[in-house]
T-cell receptor
């Protein structure tokens, strides 16, 4: 069973602080991991992806992956009110033959940045 | 970045009408998807396609149907709309990266459907 778990929130963070969003997944063989941001009433937009253990930084965003713990996180530094949105974690689960089976999305974490 | 277009963006229609939601992408992606999402709720995969002449049902049962006659076009049809079909419908296409064995999905802007 392919499962991606996120705390639904809301997660409230003061402006300028670091927001930390977490995600766990069920399949140890998963290869790639994605974070999408979705504003209310809009479609999801890709923020970043990560394939290797460790940290990947892109501007104010840092994705962290720990495959041994089946855990991926997204850190947002210097949080801004415009970062208020729902953040979706998505995982590429793999077929036993090695092909990817689309993306499985978590339910999302609602983030609120308080001015 | 993928260019994915959905029309109409908003649709209000009466019960019993037949509707087709259009989705097109210009990036030559083979895989395409339809998701349904109610406000504040999670994404539900309703249909997907591996390529031309391929259509598969997703995780959520849906009364809609899809077709894939051309790579760039993946329309979704409801033969007889009902109020329970009121939702947001999101189309996506994906790019396969063989080097990392991964697939990245890009979403269209969505169609908001209201069935009266």
């Amino acid at each position: 069973q392919k499962e991606v778990e996120q705390n639904s929130g809301p997660l409230s963070v003061p402006e300028g602080a670091i927001a930390s969003l977490n995600c766990t997944y069920s399949d140890r063989g998963s290869q790639s991991f994605f974070w999408y941001r979705q504003y209310s009433g809009k479609s999801p937009e890709l923020i970043m992806f990560i394939y290797s253990n460790g940290d990947k930084e892109d501007g104010r965003f840092t994705a962290q992956l720990n495959k041994a713990s089946q855990y991926v996180s997204l850190l947002i530094r210097d949080s801004q009110p415009s970062d208020s949105a729902t953040y979706l974690c998505a995982v590429n689960f793999m077929y036993s033959g090695g092909g990817a089976d689309g993306l499985t999305f978590g339910k999302g974490t609602h983030l609120i940045i308080q001015p | 970045e993928a260019d994915i277009y959905q029309t109409p963006r908003y649709l209000v229609i009466g019960t019993g009408k037949k509707i087709t939601l259009e989705c097109s992408q210009t990036m030559g992606h083979d895989k395409m998807y339809w998701y349904q999402q109610d406000p504040g709720m999670e994404l539900h995969l309703i249909h997907y396609s591996y390529g031309v002449n391929s259509t598969e049902k997703g995780d959520l049962s849906s009364e809609s149907t899809v077709s894939r006659i051309r790579t760039e076009h993946f329309p979704l049809t409801l033969e007889s709309a009902r109020p329970s079909h009121t939702s947001q419908y999101l189309c996506a296409s994906s790019e396969w990266f063989s080097g990392s064995s991964s697939e990245t999905q890009y979403f269209g802007p969505g169609t908001r459907l209201l069935v009266l």
